[in-house]
C-alpha cells in the first residue's frame, strides 16, 4: 500500500477554505484517494474518495493531478464544526482495504 | 438506518484479565475490519473478516489477541490476560464493497 505524507497540523478561521495536500508517490494503478475526517472520541468517517482530476460532493471537493503522486482535499468555507482530524489514505480497488492510517491533519478552525 | 455498534463503550479492567468486545456492523456488509488507535496517534489495522471468515489476521500484536465472527454479522475481539499497553481504542468498521468503511464510535479499553 501507499505510503501517504501530510501536514500534521493546519489552521484556519471561519468562511475561509482549507485545502489540505496528501502526497503518495507510490500510488499503485488499482489505488483510490480517499479521505477520512475524525471527531474527538468517534470514529472516522468517510468524507470522499477519487481516481483522477477532481471529485465534488456535499461535504468537499478533492483535486487529483495527472500523475496521481498527490491530491488536495478541499474544504469550502470551513465552520467551527469542521476542527478534526483529516487523514488521507490510499485504498485499493482490487480487493479488501486494511486501511494504513498514519498522524491525520489536525485542522483547528478559529472564529 | 442504523450505523456501526459497539459495546462497551468503555471498559476498565485490571491488569491480567480477559476482556471481549464486541461489534455489530451493518446489515448486510459482508467485510469487517478491526483497528486498534492509541491516544493521539493514528489507526493501526489488526484483523479483515469477510464472511466469517479471516483471511488477514497480520495486525493482531500478539496471540492473546483473537476474533470470530458469526452468522456473517457480530463480531468479537478478545484480549486476554490484559496488559497496560493494551489500552486504547478499538474501532470496527464495516464495508459494503472494497473502498468505502463505516466505522463505528469504539470501545475505549483502560487497563489498570
Known amino acids: 500500500l501507499a505510503k501517504t505524507t501530510q501536514p500534521i497540523s493546519m489552521d484556519s478561521y471561519e468562511g475561509q477554505e482549507v485545502n489540505i495536500t496528501c502526497s503518495h508517490n507510490?500510488?499503485?494503478?488499482?489505488?483510490?484517494i480517499t479521505w477520512y475526517q475524525q471527531f474527538p472520541s468517534q470514529g472516522p468517517r468517510f468524507i470522499i474518495q477519487?481516481?483522477?482530476t477532481k471529485v465534488t460532493n456535499e461535504v468537499a471537493s478533492l483535486f487529483i493531478p495527472a500523475d496521481r503522486k498527490s491530491s488536495t482535499l478541499s474544504l469550502p468555507r470551513v465552520s467551527l464544526s469542521d476542527t478534526a482530524v483529516y487523514y488521507c489514505?490510499?485504498?485499493?480497488?482490487?480487493?479488501?482495504?486494511?486501511?494504513?492510517f498514519g498522524a491525520g491533519t489536525r485542522l483547528a478552525v478559529h472564529p | 438506518g442504523a450505523g456501526v455498534s459497539q459495546s462497551p463503550s468503555n471498559k476498565v479492567t485490571e491488569k491480567g484479565k480477559d476482556v471481549e468486545l464486541r461489534c455489530d456492523p451493518i446489515?448486510?456488509?459482508?467485510?469487517l475490519y478491526w483497528y486498534r488507535q492509541r491516544l493521539g496517534q493514528g489507526l493501526e489495522f489488526l484483523i479483515y473478516?469477510?464472511?466469517?471468515?479471516?483471511?488477514?489476521k497480520s495486525g493482531l500484536p500478539s496471540d492473546r489477541f483473537s476474533a470470530e465472527r458469526t452468522g456473517e454479522s457480530v463480531s468479537t475481539l478478545t484480549i486476554q490476560r490484559t496488559q497496560q499497553e493494551d489500552s486504547a481504542v478499538y474501532l470496527c468498521?464495516?464495508?459494503?464493497?472494497?473502498?468505502?468503511?463505516?466505522f463505528g464510535p469504539g470501545t475505549r479499553l483502560t487497563v489498570t
Open positions: 468498521a464495516s464495508s459494503p464493497g472494497q473502498l468505502e468503511q463505516y
Open positions: 507510490n500510488i499503485a494503478t488499482n489505488d483510490y
Open positions: 477519487g481516481y483522477k
Open positions: 489514505l490510499v485504498a485499493f480497488s482490487g480487493g479488501y482495504n486494511k486501511l494504513i
Open positions: 446489515s448486510g456488509h459482508t467485510a
Open positions: 473478516f469477510q464472511g466469517n471468515s479471516a483471511p488477514d
